[in-house]
C-alpha cells in the first residue's frame, strides 16, 4: 500500500509573505505637492503668467499670423537689430511691442510667433483679471465667482477681441496691464500700479491722461515715488518720440499716421463723435449692457447708503472718460478704430459681471435663511437661463472668426510658398525694386529678409511684385498691366516681374 508524501509543517509563530512595494518614479512624494500647491496660492498671478504663456504656446497648434500692425512691429524690430530702421511704410509707432520684438529679432523665423505668444498671453490674463476685478467688486465667494466668470465671458465674446488677440495685436495685453494696475491700487501697492500704467501707456496714448493724473496725484501723496513717476515719465516720451524719429525723420508720425483714415471711417461721417459711441454700444452683448445698468444702480444705491464712493463708481467713470477722449480723437480726424474702444469695453465687462452677481447675491438674501442652500443654485440658474438668449448672436459670429483667421494664416503661407517658388531675396533683388500691397508690405520685406524701406506698395518698373489679398473680402492688391509678366503663383499670392535689362536671374 503506497501513501502520499506530506510536505511538514514548520513549527513556531506563523509568518505573513513580505510584500515588497515598488517605488512610483512617476509620482511626486507629498511634501513637493504641498510645496506645489503653496506656490499656487501664495504666488496666484505668477502661476497664472507661467500658465497664459504655456497655453498661448499650444495656441499656435490652431492656424496662426500676425495681421498687418504685427506684422510692421516684428520687421521694425529686425531694422533695429540691423540699425535701419523706417517706420514711412507702416501703421502708427506702439513702444511696447517693438521692446518685444526687438528682442525676438534674433531667433529668425520663431520671431512672429514668439510675438504671437506674448500677445495671446496677454489675452488670457485680461480674461484673469477681468475676473478677478468683477469678483472683487461683489466681495468674493460663490457670488464673487459667478461674477468673474460673467466679466471674463462678456470680454471673451466681445466684438473683435478674440480675433484681434490671435492675430497678434496688443489691445488685449493692455487690458491686462491696466486691470491688474486698478487691482494693485485698491490694494494700495501705488508705485506698483503706476508702474503697470507705465506699461499700458506704451501701448496707446489714450491712457496718457489717465496715467499722468494719476502720477500727480501719487507724487502729492507719496513723495518717495516721485522719482519713479518723472523716471517713468521720461521714459515713455523717449520710447513714443526717439524711435520714431530715428525712422521716419518725424517724432509725431504716429499722430499723422492714425489720421489717414480709410473709406468708411466713420471718422468721414457726419458726426464722428456721435457715430464713436454708437460703435461703442455695438462692442458689447445685450448681457453686458443690462449688467452694466445693474451695477450702475447697486452703486448708486450703495453711494446712497454710504456715502462712500466705491471702486465700481471709478471704474464706469473711466470707462465713460476713456469713450469721451476718443469721440473727442475722431472728432478731430483720427480714424476711430473700434481697437480704440478695447479699455472701456472690458470695463463694461467687468461691471457687467458684478452687477449680474450682485442681483443674485441679493435675490439670495431674500430667500428664507433655511432654504438659501437652495435658493442660490436655483436662482443662478435662472439667470442663466435668461442670459444664454442674450449671448447667443455674439456664439454665431464665431465661426466668422474662425474663417477670419484660416484666411489670414493662408495668406502667410501661400506668401512663403510663394517667395521660396520665386527664388527668394537674390533674385527680387537683382530684378529692380520690390513692391507689394499696402497691407502686406511688413510680411513681404519679412518674408523675403529685407529692410522695411525695400519694399513699396506704388508699382514702377523695373520691379517684381508680390500681389494678393490681404483679407477675403477684397481684391489682390497693387493693381497691374499688361507690362508686368506673371512669373509663379502661390495660393492667394502671384509673383509679377518687370525686370530691368539684364536684371532677370532666369
Known amino acids: 500500500m503506497s501513501t502520499t508524501p506530506t510536505t511538514p509543517k514548520l513549527s513556531g509563530p506563523a509568518t505573513a509573505p513580505v510584500r515588497v512595494r515598488r517605488p512610483d518614479l512617476g509620482a511626486r512624494p507629498p511634501a513637493t505637492r504641498a510645496r506645489a500647491r503653496d506656490l499656487v496660492r501664495e504666488h496666484p498671478l505668477a502661476t497664472a503668467v507661467v500658465a497664459a504663456l504655456a497655453l498661448s504656446a499650444l495656441s499656435l497648434l490652431y492656424p496662426s499670423t500676425p495681421s498687418y500692425d504685427p506684422w510692421a512691429w516684428i520687421q521694425w524690430g529686425r531694422d533695429i537689430m540691423q540699425f535701419e530702421l523706417d517706420t514711412n511704410t507702416g501703421p502708427s509707432w506702439k513702444p511696447l511691442p517693438v521692446l518685444f520684438t526687438t528682442l525676438f529679432a534674433p531667433f529668425g523665423d520663431a520671431a512672429p510667433d514668439l510675438w504671437l505668444v506674448i500677445a495671446r498671453a496677454g489675452g488670457i490674463l485680461a480674461l484673469v483679471m477681468c475676473f478677478r476685478l468683477a469678483s472683487r467688486l461683489v466681495g468674493g465667494g460663490r457670488a464673487g465667482v459667478a461674477g ?15 480675433r484681434n488677440t490671435m492675430m497678434g495685436y ?43 493724473l494719476y502720477g500727480l496725484w501719487l507724487m502729492w501723496r507719496e513723495p518717495e515715488h516721485r522719482k519713479l513717476v518723472v523716471g517713468l515719465g521720461f521714459a515713455t516720451a523717449f520710447l513714443w518720440l526717439v524711435p520714431e ?20 471711417s466713420i471718422a468721414l461721417s457726419d458726426n464722428p463723435a456721435l457715430a464713436l459711441v454708437q460703435r461703442a454700444r455695438t462692442l458689447l452683448m445685450p448681457i453686458d449692457k443690462i449688467g452694466i445698468i445693474l451695477a450702475l444702480g447697486f452703486t448708486g444705491w450703495t453711494m446712497a447708503r454710504t456715502r462712500r464712493v466705491p471702486l465700481a463708481f471709478w471704474i464706469a467713470g473711466s470707462a465713460a472718460a476713456w469713450v469721451g477722449i476718443v469721440a473727442v480723437m475722431t472728432q478731430g480726424g483720427f480714424a476711430g478704430n473700434e481697437r480704440y474702444l478695447a479699455m472701456p469695453v472690458a470695463l463694461g465687462c467687468v461691471l457687467s459681471g458684478a452687477g449680474w452677481a450682485s442681483l443674485g447675491k441679493r435675490l439670495n438674501r431674500m430667500a428664507p435663511k433655511n432654504k438659501r442652500r437652495w435658493a442660490g443654485p436655483l436662482i443662478a440658474a435662472a439667470l442663466t437661463a435668461v442670459a444664454i438668449p442674450l449671448a447667443i448672436p455674439r456664439l454665431g459670429q464665431l465661426d466668422k472668426d474662425d474663417t477670419t483667421l484660416r484666411f489670414q494664416a493662408q495668406l502667410r503661407d501661400d506668401l512663403h510658398q510663394a517667395v521660396k517658388q520665386y527664388g527668394g531675396r537674390e533674385r527680387a533683388l537683382a530684378c529692380g525694386d520690390i513692391y507689394a500691397g499696402a497691407y502686406n508690405v511688413a510680411m513681404v520685406s519679412w518674408m523675403l529678409d529685407v529692410p522695411g524701406e525695400a519694399v513699396n506698395y506704388e508699382p514702377s518698373i523695373p520691379g517684381v511684385i508680390f500681389r494678393g489679398r490681404s483679407r477675403k473680402s477684397v481684391n489682390p492688391t497693387p493693381p497691374v498691366n499688361d507690362a508686368w509678366r506673371p512669373v509663379t503663383r502661390a495660393g492667394e499670392f502671384t509673383v509679377l516681374e518687370a525686370c530691368a535689362p539684364g536684371g532677370t536671374s532666369n
Open 148 to 162: 468673474g466668470i460673467v466679466a471674463a465671458l462678456g470680454l471673451l465674446l466681445s466684438t473683435y477681441f478674440l
Open 170 to 212: 496688443s489691445e488685449a495685453l493692455m487690458i491686462a496691464l491696466v486691470l491688474f494696475a486698478i487691482e494693485r491700487h485698491a490694494d494700495d501697492h501705488h508705485g506698483q500700479a503706476f508702474a503697470l500704467g507705465f506699461g499700458a501707456a506704451l501701448l496707446r496714448p489714450e491712457v496718457w491722461p489717465f496715467i499722468g
Open 245 to 264: 524719429w530715428w525712422g521716419s525723420g518725424q517724432p509725431f508720425r504716429a499722430a499723422s499716421r492714425a489720421q489717414q483714415v480709410a473709406n468708411g
